[in-house]
């Protein structure tokens, strides 16, 4: 991880942009999207994440776990519309 790669605030640095992680985890979450309603889940949550190693994106850690809070709740209500 680069040294220029560390958050000005004081929070975790964030890793590097890297373009195979985040084809990795979005190849995986392909795979397995659709089997399930928690395997949908969890490719959201793959998706999400590889974000983080996408240099066109502008996502962070903690927007990755606010999302997947956001994940969770939805699905413990039994969808969005609920």
């Given at each position: 991880m680069g040294e220029d790669s560390t958050a000005a605030d004081g929070t975790d640095p964030l890793p590097d942009p890297d373009?195979?992680?985040?084809?990795v985890l979005r190849e995986v979450a392909e795979e397995i999207r659709g089997e399930s309603s928690e395997s949908e889940q969890l490719?959201?949550?793959?998706?999400?994440?590889?974000?983080?190693?996408?240099?066109?994106?502008?996502?962070?850690?903690?927007?990755?776990?606010?999302?997947?809070?956001?994940?969770?709740?939805?699905?413990?209500?039994?969808?969005?519309?609920?």
């Open positions: 373009p195979e992680t985040v084809a490719a959201n949550i793959l998706y999400r994440t590889s974000d983080i190693y996408d240099a066109d994106e502008e996502t962070t850690p903690e927007d990755v776990v606010k999302n997947v809070k956001f994940i969770l709740e939805v699905k413990e209500r039994g969808g969005l519309g609920r």
